[in-house]
């Protein structure tokens, strides 16, 4: 396991971006009560789906689309009957032989992909999971096979933006269904000693279905659409994990469950929780507990970045969840090693740890990382025989913290602004106008570059946080603000922020070196209606926080009063 969660707290449009962003290689599974569907990603990029309706395929979506003639595609599949061994997969075939172009297979992957997700948009319910160690493999769904020398890097940006207008469109019409969007359904596989069907018809071969049985022993456990579903409630989800408990004890906490789960609903949704676990267990008594505050489940603490700013991104606060796990001779020391990573990544992170009550040194460990609860984990080696019931105490326990967890905590921006305010109001050249403004971003990100505006150019004057954080240097940069980019909205008197455009990444990056977080922002100070410098910054080698955008707006435009007093007062003085 390696992220998951539910559609209903984390919507499939986030879950694409999320994966995208950050690169991930891996299967998406996607379950609800219709069945599973899948999406394939290779870094970031979508390169394959499978739609939940079984019967729906490339090579159909292709000839509904206009770009494959019916004739043409069981000339192909005669064709790959024919080549045991040497068998390809359909799209692989048409393309080498020439029956379709690159460009087609692209629109028909493009449009089945875009059909899968408009699919999944519709659930009002369903389950996330991406598997990282698996890419699926399967005759019938792996257009591009690794041996092969095309690789498909499809625009997985465009694709959902299109998916999303064909919902909405559709949404709009009454008309979500796949018959609307893609033409009438291949229509059902005949019967064993029936009459083939004719060539006007749809046959098996058509739907890459030619030998069901054979068909079935070789797709994926991932791409079997016509296997009995796992009921889709917390029962059904645990039942295989808690198979040794006796069933009335399963039952206990079952019950528990579904009734944290209900009393959960009614909680608002300021918190964001992630929960970082390797446990199926934990994961779905946790997810119960926090209700729609759950984000997501992932087992790497230290790719937590994307997800807290995605959780921030939906005006929630985040809320780390870390399973020490079970195995605590083993994990324990990783564990401490992790919690002091998180917490350099994230200094201001509210963190809430499961350990064993009796595991003192990562109790310990843990409160020197300022840990903000530790709650006690359920041990199945230690306690089996109240296994169960240390389960529901844990559960207790972690609704009760989260009650304490407002998703508002204390801050000392109140005392941090107003100091923030004067300073600016003290300076006498607007050199060190424009530094303090600069303190003051550095406040809230982690390092930024005073931009001054040379007649039409940029040329950086003083830095903080480049060489170390608070370390004050200079950069050597000059540079022409290119059309249409941040540097012109910013100069135009606009603040920005959001994730770096190309030019930012071209120039800054190259001076000062790419962050890890793509949030950055451009502040403008102007002098007298015009704008006379701007603040870059970002988060450096940490993760983004709140950047309290209204009061650096606001200090930013006392600043600009300042620097226009100060030119004020040296042209009375000459006069």
């Known amino acids: ?73 069981e000339q192909a599949l005669k064709a790959q009957q024919k080549a045991g061994s040497e068998r390809k997969p359909i799209i692989q075939m048409l393309i080498e032989e020439g029956i379709v172009e690159t460009q087609a297979a692209y629109q028909g992957l493009e449009a089945l992909i875009e059909m899968t997700i408009v699919d999944v948009l519709t659930w009002t319910r369903g389950t996330f999971c991406l598997d990282v160690n698996k890419i699926v493999v399967s005759d019938d769904y792996r257009y591009f096979p690794e041996k092969a020398n095309t690789q498909i890097h499809m625009n997985t940006q465009s ?33 064993s000693g029936s009459e083939p069907p004719s060539r006007s018809g749809i046959s098996a071969a058509d ?65 964001g929780a992630i929960l970082v676990t390797s446990s199926r267990l934990m994961r779905e008594c946790v997810s119960a507990v926090c209700g729609p505050r759950f984000v997501c489940a992932t087992d790497d603490p230290l790719q937590l970045a994307p997800f807290i700013e995605q959780t921030r991104s939906r005006d929630r606060s985040p809320l780390l969840l870390l ?36 595991d003192f040194e990562l109790a310990a460990s843990a409160q020197e990382c300022g840990v903000t609860a530790v709650l ?43 100091a923030q305010f004067f300073a600016l109001a003290e300076q006498r050249e607007a050199a060190e106008v424009t530094f303090a403004l600069l303190q003051a971003v550095c406040g809230v990100f982690r390092r930024g570059v005073t931009l001054v505006v040379v007649r039409s150019e940029l040329i950086a004057e003083r830095a903080i946080g480049i060489g170390a954080d608070g370390a004050i240097t200079s950069v050597k940069l000059r540079l022409s ?36 977080s793509g949030k950055a922002l451009l502040l403008p100070v102007k002098s007298f209606g015009r704008v006379i410098a701007l603040i870059y910054a970002d988060f450096g080698a940490g993760a983004g926080t709140d950047p309290q955008l209204p009061l650096l707006e606001i200090l930013a435009q006392h600043a600009g009063l300042v620097i226009d007093n100060i030119l004020y007062r040296k042209r009375c003085a000459q006069k």
């Open 159 to 191: 694709i959902l933006m299109d998916a999303l207008r064909i919902y909405d469109e559709r949404k709009r019409d009454g008309t979500l269904t796949p018959e609307s969007i893609f033409g009438a359904p291949p229509a059902p596989e005949p019967q």
């Open 376 to 418: 006690p984990r359920a041990c199945r080696d230690d306690r089996g025989e109240s296994f169960i019931a240390d389960l529901i105490a844990g559960c207790r326990a972690l609704a009760a913290c989260l009650k304490r967890q407002t998703g508002a905590p204390a801050s000392q921006l109140p005392a941090q602004f107003r």
């Open 481 to 516: 603000a290119p059309e249409e980019s941040l540097y012109r909205k910013a100069l135009g008197g606009e603040l920005c922020y959001g994730d770096a455009d190309q030019s930012l990444r071209d120039t800054i990056y190259g001076a000062v070196g790419a962050p890890i």
């Open 1 to 73: 396991m390696s992220f998951e969660g539910d559609l209903e707290h984390l919507p499939l449009v986030d879950v694409i971006q999320l994966l995208h962003q950050t690169g991930k290689t891996g299967t998406l599974t996607l379950k609800s009560g219709k069945g599973e569907s899948q999406l394939v990603f290779r870094d970031g990029f979508i390169v394959s789906a499978n739609h939940v309706n079984n019967s729906i395929r490339i090579g159909q979506v292709m000839i509904d689309m206009g770009l494959l003639t019916r004739e043409a595609l």
């Open 207 to 271: 739907l890459g279905l030619e030998e069901l049985e054979e068909l079935e022993s070789r797709i994926p456990r991932y791409f079997s659409a016509i296997k009995e579903e796992t009921p889709d409630t917390i029962a059904g989800k645990l039942q295989h994990e808690l198979s040794e408990i006796p069933a009335h004890e399963r039952q206990e906490l079952f019950d528990y469950l579904e009734g944290a789960s209900a009393r959960a609903a009614e909680a608002e949704a300021t918190l």
């Open 323 to 358: 399973d020490a796990g079970e195995d605590r001779a083993g994990n324990g020391r990783d564990v401490a090693a992790q919690l002091q990573q998180v917490r350099e990544r994230h200094p201001a992170l509210p963190i809430v740890l499961f350990a064993a009550p009796d």
